[in-house]
């Protein structure tokens, strides 16, 4: 087991860089989660300025994101800007529902999001679903649950995770019944 943490994207973020903890011991990698309905203006800025201290941003839990699913070439922006992604296992079998479940399968297939996790910490109502998230993954493309294996193994250890090429998201709608 290996102590990490989602950080909070908030304006003081780099005021407190020293104590957060980051997703390898090296801090090459740190876990960020956006809010859950919008993208901060600033988040751009702050990715340059995490960028500066070597520190590359996972965005946790993109394909939650409301703003994020309206717009997900928002998303492959931030990818084109360095950014990693990591898609929750629950969201891959469809436990947030069927908009959240496209979103992240469309992820995954642009090459958006590079690893899968639980994100079930404290939370008694959410469960790990990782088993069922890499039979989705197998199911969409037998390389996937290797790739997504090696890449969080990668993380962990601070090493380099193999750029794939990333595509622009089809334009998704506000309302999945629209």
């Avoid at 996972?58 to 939650?64: K, L, N, S, T, Y």
């Avoid at 595509?167 to 999945?176: A, G, Y």
């Amino acid at each position: 087991i290996f102590p990490g943490q989602e950080v909070h994207l908030n304006g003081q973020l780099m005021e407190n860089i020293d104590d957060l903890l980051g997703i390898d011991t090296s801090r090459h990698y740190l876990l960020l989660e956006l809010p859950h309905e919008m993208v901060p203006s600033y988040l751009d800025e702050m990715v340059f300025q995490l960028s500066c201290e070597g520190i590359t941003p996972v965005i946790a839990h993109p394909e939650r994101n409301a703003q994020i699913i309206a717009e997900p070439q928002r998303l492959y922006k931030l990818a084109e800007n360095g950014c990693l992604a990591q898609v929750t296992a629950t969201s891959l079998v469809g436990t947030f529902g069927e908009q959240v479940r496209r979103t992240a399968k469309e992820f995954v297939k642009c090459g958006l999001v590079q690893v899968v996790a639980s994100d079930a910490h404290t939370l008694k109502n959410r469960g790990f679903a990782m088993t069922k998230a890499y039979q989705v993954l197998n199911e969409m493309d037998y390389q996937y649950p290797e790739r997504f294996a090696t890449n969080a193994r990668n993380l962990l250890n601070g090493d380099k995770i193999k750029a794939r090429r990333i595509e622009v998201p089809r334009k998704q709608r506000k309302h999945w019944l629209s």
